[in-house]
């Protein structure tokens, strides 16, 4: 076996073993394995083993790789910061966006996802630590732009995503998590997703709700970020 192939076998028994301890279905929380920085071909021996879902960060990345890989039937989200001029090509490239934090954007994606193509899946992303540096809208603001998501045509309004501030305490982790899914049950808007939990925290995550994991370091190895 090859270490992707250990480590996809590793994180699927952490996976089933925290939806287990939960009384959650496995088969609820679904895996997307983030990408970011890894070879085409470390995308190739996830999908051997039967991983079908990634995430990337960076689009020009993202898009050779999607080229390269245009033989395999995979499912691409988009989970990184989203600057206005890059909305067009995510909205033509992605099936699902994660990291939508304000109106603007969802605007453009809306009017730039093409007609023949089905909705593009979005999760609102939230702050949920209340660090000023990082992306995501704040919970006062979620409800607002909830509603007018909802409102947009070529999108579907899935759920809610997070990355909390890092730690090591189970119980902060927990209670990150456990926000994200109040706020999405106060929005009263019949959401399915809540995109939460990486590698470091997918535990909390599940046992909170989380409907994708999103798994890069434990799957892939650690990043080289080197020169890009
Ligand atoms: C990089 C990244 C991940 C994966 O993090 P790991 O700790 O490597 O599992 C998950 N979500 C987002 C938004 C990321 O940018």
Redesign the pocket.
């Known amino acids: 076996m090859s270490t992707i192939a250990e480590n996809i076998a590793k994180v699927r028994a952490r996976i089933r073993e925290a939806a287990h301890a939960s009384g959650r279905d496995f088969a609820a929380v679904g895996l997307l394995a983030?990408s970011?920085t890894q070879s085409a071909d470390a995308v190739r021996q996830a999908h051997a083993e039967g991983v079908r879902y990634f995430?990337e960060?960076y689009l020009q990345e993202a898009l050779a790789k999607q080229d390269e890989l245009s033989d395999l039937d995979l499912i691409w989200h988009f989970?990184?910061p989203i600057q206005s001029n890059k909305t067009k090509l995510i909205a033509e490239n992605f099936q699902w966006v994660?990291?939508v934090d304000r109106l603007k954007v969802a605007e453009r994606l809306a009017a730039q996802r093409p007609a023949h193509l089905p909705a593009l899946n979005v999760c609102l992303q939230v702050n949920v630590s209340g660090e000023a540096s990082k992306s995501g809208c704040t919970p006062q603001e979620l409800p607002a732009l909830a509603q007018a998501v909802t409102q947009l045509p070529q999108l579907k309004l899935r759920g809610l995503m997070t990355?909390p501030e890092p730690t090591e305490d189970a119980a902060e982790q927990h209670a990150a998590f456990a926000r994200l899914r109040a706020l999405r049950d106060n929005l009263q808007l019949d959401l399915d997703t809540l995109s939460m939990g990486?590698?470091?925290d997918l535990e909390a995550a599940i046992a909170e709700g989380a409907t994708w994991v999103?798994?890069?370091?434990?799957l892939f190895g650690a990043?080289d970020y080197g020169p890009r």
Not at 214 to 218: E, F, N
């Open positions: 983030v970011k995430g960060n989970i990184g994660h990291s990355i990486m590698s470091h999103r798994v890069g370091t434990a990043r």
